[in-house]
């Protein structure tokens, strides 16, 4: 029997950061994040979170509301997937595309939800029946901060590696290039000798400025160069890459032909994307099959909440070619309600619970309620 839409609700949630931590791109004060549940006709709900990085959400709560979800209500799961070929095709016109991948982000994973639920299976066993329930993860801070120095970053560094990672991420590239070589070697130093780094450079170096820093560091410890020149610089991508420093590129990306281009230009080691930003599930798959058979693999951003980890953990579990999902120590709404805790399995390793679909649950009193569209409204 085919799954009919009945219900789609949006909600939304306001994290205060407070503008205590920063990256050479931004200062964090509120961020929010942008729920969708559908709703079949026997009451099953699935939730999904789409990519939200406003200064508020209701530019993305809107079009949702007009363009996107009355599509959706009334139809079944099955004819949804017309809808989406549908809707991106149409966005040649509308000129919405970013909007749009954030979107169907969102109402995909809630989709994918829904019908891990109703077959009785956690998400990645429902992708892949034979995958196992772990992922490997990295943890992720060392943002700049208030009053935070060298000595106060190596700790901080040090308790993430206390928690069970064996790989962790931090932020360089607001500073001199003698500054964050600085940070960096005084984290190395406070970390045991197994626990290596991803440096993230938040498009801030040019590619003699990338390759001067990272060849002034231990290669053997640094698994990943993020972010190292602006997103666009493909060819400079390609020319570290190829000497040897790896890159990881580009977070949020969700434009198909880049990353075909990072692909096919050797331009990165990690591709990396966040799945609420670039499509949802679809677009994992696909660029699994893209990387599959390469010497590429997928890195799965994740800077928001606990559902959006859990999409990522999912996944990767289901998927071979991703490396590791990004588990963040700023961007933690929701993460007391993740079960289970990294190293449980095993250093450096996140162990997926046997609940159906993601295995989390919207909390109705920590959220605002936006709006709901049911099959009577259309």
Not at 305 to 327: G, I, K, P, Q, R
Not at 330 to 349: A, K, M, N, T, Y
Request: aromatic share 8%; charged share 20%.
């Amino acid at each position: 029997m085919n799954t009919r839409i009945a219900k789609i609700s949006v909600f939304s949630h306001a994290n205060d950061l407070g503008g205590k931590v920063w990256n050479p791109a931004i200062r964090w004060t509120t961020k929010y994040s942008v729920f969708i549940v559908v709703e079949d006709e026997q009451g099953v709900q699935g939730l999904g979170e789409c990519w939200c990085f406003d200064s508020a959400p209701d530019t993305l709560n809107a079009f949702l509301k007009t363009e996107v979800l009355p599509h959706f209500v009334g139809c079944t799961v099955e004819d949804s997937q017309q809808l989406f070929e549908q809707l991106i095709s149409r966005a040649t016109l509308t000129a919405r595309h970013g909007l749009l991948a954030s979107a169907l982000s969102g109402v995909d994973i809630a989709l994918a939800d829904l019908e891990a639920k109703k077959a009785r299976l956690p998400l990645h066993q429902f992708l892949a029946p034979q995958s196992e329930s772990q992922t490997d993860v990295y943890a992720s801070g060392g943002l700049y901060g208030e009053n935070k120095d060298e000595a106060a970053l190596g700790t901080e560094m040090c308790t993430m590696a206390g928690d069970g990672f064996n790989l962790l991420k931090m932020k360089i590239g607001a500073l001199s290039i003698q500054q964050d070589l600085a940070r960096i070697e005084a984290v190395l130093d406070a970390l045991p000798p197994q626990v290596n780094l991803i440096i993230d450079g938040v498009y801030s170096y040019t590619v003699d400025t990338a390759k001067q820093l990272f060849d002034a560091l231990p290669a053997s410890r640094i698994v990943a160069f993020q972010s190292p020149l602006p997103a666009a610089d493909i060819s400079g991508m390609a020319v570290l890459n190829n000497a040897g420093v790896p890159v990881m590129a580009t977070e949020a990306e969700y434009r198909t032909e880049i990353h075909q281009w990072l692909l096919e230009h050797n331009a990165v080691t990690f591709l990396q994307t966040a799945p609420i930003a670039s499509g949802g599930l679809r677009r994992i798959r696909a660029l699994h099959e893209s990387v599959k058979d390469t010497t590429v693999q997928l890195s799965l951003e994740v800077s928001s909440t606990a559902v959006a980890f859990l999409v990522a953990a999912h996944l990767s579990a289901a998927y071979n070619s991703v490396a590791h999902v990004e588990y963040h120590y700023v961007h933690q709404v929701f993460f007391d309600q993740l079960p289970g805790r990294v190293g449980e399995s095993g250093i450096g390793i996140y162990a997926i619970s046997d609940a159906y679909g993601l295995g989390i649950e919207l909390d109705s009193s920590k959220v605002k309620h936006e709006f709901t569209l049911t099959s009577v409204d259309n």
